[in-house]
Structure formats: structure tokens, C-alpha cells
């Protein structure tokens, strides 16, 4: 479905999605019209989804990056259905994740300190009922990437 100039031009987006169909063009070996129809081809299919912003957590001034980990008193389509709802309300959660195991779900927030992250914590337990909520602050980020590997394309 997709050939290694797919992924190329995949791999240049996703380090810099300003740059020109020209210069992609000239980095993959195509000429601008084949190169524009492949990412046009490419973003009627959906695989890329849009071109946005990233935006320095420090610098907007939310540099505390706290996981909270979910445990659900019950597991109904009910009670996830609340939980989607509720989450999305709440812009401090930046990613939520349904896992397998002991945690149900994984919650990523992003804050500037621990009393903004204490409002978040009550705001969501007003919400949603649970089992068990359980915070841990990231203390370094190791890595930090929105890049996907392009190799099982």
C-alpha cells in the first residue's frame, strides 16, 4: 500500500510539516506534482490526520507531566461512556488510555504545579466514579517524540 517514498515523505512531515512540496519533492527524488498527489493521496486516506503546532509544555507554562492511573469500580459500557465524556471536558488530559492488567486506564495531564494538578484531581473524582486513582509525577522526560516508525507501512 505504501513504498519507501511514502515513507519518506511520511518521515519528513513528521519532523517538519512546513515544509514545501518543492522541498520534499527534491528530498524524496520526485517532481512537485507526483509528490503533492501522494500526500494529497495520503491525507484523503487518513493516514495523515492533520499538521499542527507542538507547543513547548515549559514555555506555556504546564511543565509538570503527571500520570494517573485509573482503577473502575465496574466495568459497563455505561461507565466508559461517562469516563470518555468527562475526560474530554478537562484540558489538562492530554492523552487517556484503556489498558490491560491491573491499571484500567491511563491518564497523561500536564500542569504548572501541584495545586492546579489537585483541582484537576477533584474536578475529575466529582465527575466519574472510582476504585482508585493513583498520581505519579514524571520526573524527567527520557524521550519525547510524536514521530511513528514508518518501517511497518
Request: glycine content about 2%.
Amino acid at each position: 500500500m505504501f513504498d519507501h517514498i511514502d515513507r519518506k515523505i511520511i518521515e519528513i512531515l513528521q519532523v517538519n510539516a512546513e515544509k514545501s512540496v518543492v522541498e520534499i519533492a527534491e528530498a524524496v527524488g520526485l517532481s512537485h506534482t507526483p509528490c503533492w498527489r501522494r500526500i494529497k493521496r495520503m491525507e484523503d486516506m487518513g493516514l495523515i490526520r492533520s499538521r499542527v503546532a507542538l507547543v513547548d509544555r515549559r514555555m506555556a507554562n504546564v511543565p509538570m507531566t503527571i500520570f494517573i492511573s485509573v482503577k473502575v469500580p465496574r466495568h459497563t459500557t455505561a461507565w466508559l461512556d461517562t469516563f470518555r465524556k468527562e475526560i474530554r471536558d478537562i484540558p489538562e488530559i492530554l492523552e487517556a488510555y484503556r489498558l490491560t492488567g491491573d491499571t484500567d486506564y491511563l491518564l497523561r495531564t500536564v500542569v504548572p504545579d501541584i495545586d492546579v494538578y489537585d483541582q484537576v484531581y477533584k474536578n475529575l473524582i466529582s465527575r466519574v466514579e472510582f476504585s482508585d486513582l493513583s498520581s505519579s509525577i514524571a520526573m524527567e522526560e527520557m524521550k519525547f517524540t510524536t514521530a511513528l516508525p514508518t518501517k511497518y507501512m
